[in-house]
Every structure is written in structure tokens, then in C-alpha cells.
């Protein structure tokens, strides 16, 4: 075990043996009283003065261990954890003295010839030694030295030949031997509780510090991700450009033929780069809402548009279906929501190979200021196993099936990027897929009304 362990152990030890000191010597006080009042009645004056000045001793060894606490309590924390080891050898001591005195009262009680003063004063030391169990026992000494001296006094004073004081000794002793093991169970169980407790507390910090650690990470590889797509898209203009210039010049034949696929190719590669900056900017919450009125019906045929074609090359159905209770015209961020429905439905196509992609638009709630529309996009691909869908919907890299992603090309980033559009639209992804079957993608967005 650590140092820093041994320290954290022993401080915590040591605040137990300090958190009941006021407690227990008032009640201390209060015992001692009781039992001078109890021999004032059964013993002759002769003895009652030695009583007396112990009953004094007592209360002033308990007025010091609670001046003693007192003191502890008032100090700081982290002060009493440094000086852990000598608050201990102060509670040690004050332990030490107070069995002690109680051995002394014990003995004289006990060395009585009055029986009932015998088993007042056994049953009483009995009861003061099994409190002390779940204190004392966060130090064995200290236990031992104030639970020792005091049973052994009793077993000492209850001494005799006859079969009842024989019996009383013995018990005496027996006594002793359990609460001391009862103590020592005790003090075991402590010390796992408080070395598992700094354990917790090291995991708990360095999670923190790992997670600090990760999230630095992440926002470094945001940053590069955003920075390396920049710089890539500066040259792919230029190449794009020239291009554009090489398109307007009278070519051969053969020379558009080579200038065609290097324009496509250089298309695909500019869309790649324009989806990482885009993810890039998501992650790092540089885009932000822009309300603007827009016709729902013109938007969803401009934006649907392109994928029909799309669509239609590959042989699939594409439908549409939008709600008759949808407003003509609403407030919200036009083009988050085309950067949005683009990949989704645009995955829906590319992985599609025979059936078809359909498309819903509903109102889900409507209120005098608000409007809540649900988007579902449907298809008949290949579908995602189970295990995947929540990597999808927590992940940024995760890919359903990266062989399909390699036969189909592309990043695999489209559905992280509309994911994280959705959350920024104040809404949320949902997926169900079945293998071999299809998968619906759906959300739900809030719009205002757009008032005339």
C-alpha cells in the first residue's frame, strides 16, 4: 500500500476515534455519577470518600478527552490529516488513562462484599467496554488498552471459591476475549472500506484526468480534421478550375475523354472534403441556427429532386408522401434541413439496390406558435444488425458494414453528419433496421409559424 494510502487510511481512522469523544465521556460522566450514588447508598462512609475522589478523577479525564476532541474538531481538515499520527498517540493516551480510571472505580466496587454492587458494577463496566467496540476499535491499542483494564478489573474484583464468583470471573474473562475479537473484526472491516474508498477515489480521478485527456484528444483531432480539409480543398480548386479552363479549349476526342472522369473525379473528391469540414464544423459547434421562412412544398421537390434522378437511374421507386396539414410556409433553418434530408436520403439510395426509397413528411404537434414535423426516410437495402444501430447513433466513425461502404465508396461520415444536424435542430435520430429487409431513419423537428 501507497504512502499516500497509509496516510488517507489512518486519518480516516483517527476522525473515528475522535467523532463520539463528547458523546461518550458525557455519558462516562453521568455512569461515574450513578454509581457514586449507588454506593452513597450501599457503602459506609469509610468508603465512600475513596469513591468519591474517583468519581473527581473520572469526570476530569473525560472533561479533557472532550477538550481534547473539541480541540480536534476545530482544527482544518487537511491540517488534521498531516498530523494524523500525532492526534492518534493524543486519542491513544486519552484512551489509556480513561481505562485506567475506570479499572480503579471498578476494583473498588467490586472488592465489596455487597452482591448487588458486584453485579451493578460488572453489568455496568459490560456495557462500557461493548460501546466502545465501534470506536476504539479503528486502533486495536487503543481498545486493548482502555477494554483490557477494565474486565480484568472486574474479573479481578469478582474473585472468590465459591461456584458463583468462580463463574463470574470466568464469564469475565470470556467477555474480554469476544469484544476483543469483535473489535478486531471491526477494525479489519474498516480498514477495507477506507483503502477500497482512496482506491475509488484514485479511479475516480484518473477516469477524470483520462477523460480530460480524450476530450483534448478530441478536440485536437476536430481541429486537424478541420484544418487538413481546408488545405485540401484549396488545391482541389485549383485543379477544379483548371479544369473548368481545359473544358473551354477545342479538345480531341480522346483528350475529353481523359478531361471527363478528372472532373468527376475531382468532383467526388471536393464533395469528401466539403463533408469532413462540414462534420468538422458540427463537432466543434461552429454552425449555428439560422431562422428564415421557407415554402415546405418547393423545398422538399428542389431538395428531392436530384436523389428521384438518382433514384430512377438504379431502378428504384421513389416516393414521396407529405402530410395535406402541413403549412405551406414555416420558419426554420432551410438549409441545415437540405444538408440533412440530402444525406439521409442520399444513403437511403446508395445502399438501395433493387425495391424502393420513400419518404414521409408529417405533423406530429401543432400549437398556436409551433409546429413539429415527422421526417421518415424509408428503404429496402441491406438493413443494419442490431448491434450496430447504437454505435451509430452515440458514434462518428462507426460504419453499419464497411464492406458495403467500400463497394459503394464514400467516407461513411453522411449519417454522422446528419445525426449531429438533427440534435442542432432540437431534434433526434431514431433507427430501425431489419438484415435483409430495410431500415426507416426517422426524427421529429420543431418549426414556428410563419405569421403574415
Given amino acids: 500500500m501507497s504512502s499516500n494510502n497509509d496516510q488517507f487510511v489512518l486519518s480516516k481512522l483517527v476522525d473515528l476515534l475522535y467523532r463520539n469523544i463528547r458523546l461518550g465521556q458525557i455519558v462516562s460522566i453521568f455512569n461515574a455519577s450513578l454509581m457514586l450514588w449507588i454506593s452513597a447508598a450501599l457503602l459506609p462512609s469509610s468508603q465512600l470518600s475513596a469513591i468519591t475522589g474517583w468519581w473527581f ?36 493516551a486519552g484512551a489509556a488513562a480513561s481505562g485506567i480510571i475506570w479499572a480503579a472505580g471498578a476494583l473498588m466496587m467490586m472488592l465489596g462484599t455487597r452482591i448487588e454492587l458486584q453485579l451493578f458494577t460488572a453489568f455496568a463496566m459490560a ?30 474484583g469478582s474473585l472468590g471459591t465459591d461456584p458463583l464468583h468462580i463463574a463470574f470471573s470466568v464469564m469475565s474473562i470470556l467477555f474480554l476475549l469476544m469484544t476483543t475479537r469483535s473489535a478486531d473484526y471491526f477494525h479489519d472491516t474498516l480498514l477495507d472500506t477506507f483503502r477500497l474508498e482512496h482506491e475509488k477515489d484514485s479511479l475516480v480521478n484518473d477516469l477524470q484526468h483520462a ?25 482541389m480548386n485549383g485543379i477544379m478550375g483548371m479544369a473548368d479552363l481545359l ?29 469532413m469540414i462540414r462534420l468538422s464544423a458540427l463537432e466543434s459547434g461552429q454552425i449555428k441556427l439560422t431562422q428564415q ?16 434522378s438518382q433514384a430512377k437511374a438504379k431502378g428504384l421507386v421513389f416516393a414521396l408522401e407529405q402530410d395535406p396539414a402541413v403549412p405551406e410556409v414555416l420558419v426554420g433553418d432551410l438549409e441545415l434541413l437540405r444538408q440533412t434530408l440530402a444525406n439521409l436520403v442520399g444513403n437511403a439510395i446508395k445502399f438501395t439496390d433493387q425495391g424502393q426509397v420513400s419518404i414521409s413528411v408529417k405533423v406530429a404537434e401543432h400549437s398556436a406558435e409551433q409546429i413539429k414535423l415527422a421526417f421518415v426516410i424509408s428503404d429496402t437495402g441491406p438493413g443494419i444488425a442490431p448491434e450496430k444501430i447504437q454505435q451509430l447513433l452515440s458514434g462518428l466513425f462507426i460504419q453499419a458494414d464497411g464492406s458495403i461502404i467500400r463497394r459503394h465508396g464514400g467516407t461513411g461520415i453522411g449519417l454522422p453528419i446528419a445525426r449531429k444536424l438533427i440534435e442542432l435542430l432540437g431534434g433526434q435520430l431514431e433507427i430501425a433496421s431489419q438484415v435483409g429487409v430495410g431500415s426507416t431513419f426517422s426524427f421529429t423537428l420543431p418549426f414556428k409559424l410563419h405569421k403574415d
Fill in 211 to 235: 477523460k480530460s485527456i480524450a476530450e483534448t484528444s478530441n478536440r485536437a483531432k476536430t481541429e486537424f480534421l478541420a484544418n487538413v480539409s481546408h488545405e485540401l480543398r484549396t488545391p
Fill in 57 to 92: 478523577f473520572a469526570s476530569i479525564v473525560a472533561a479533557s478527552r472532550i477538550w481534547l476532541a473539541r480541540k480536534y474538531n476545530l482544527t482544518d481538515s487537511k491540517q488534521r490529516e498531516l498530523d494524523a499520527v500525532r492526534w492518534r498517540k493524543h486519542a491513544f
Fill in 247 to 275: 473544358d473551354m479549349e477545342e479538345l480531341t476526342e480522346d483528350q475529353r475523354s481523359y478531361l471527363l472522369p478528372l472532373r468527376s473525379s475531382a468532383d467526388d473528391l471536393m464533395h469528401l472534403i466539403n463533408q
Fill in 293 to 308: 421562412p421557407f415554402a415546405v412544398t418547393d423545398f422538399l421537390e428542389d431538395i428531392l429532386g436530384k436523389e428521384n
Fill in 127 to 156: 456495557g462500557t467496554v461493548a460501546a466502545a467496540v465501534p470506536v476504539l476499535a479503528a486502533d486495536r491499542l487503543a481498545f486493548r488498552v482502555y477494554g483490557w483494564p477494565i474486565i480484568l478489573a472486574v474479573a479481578i
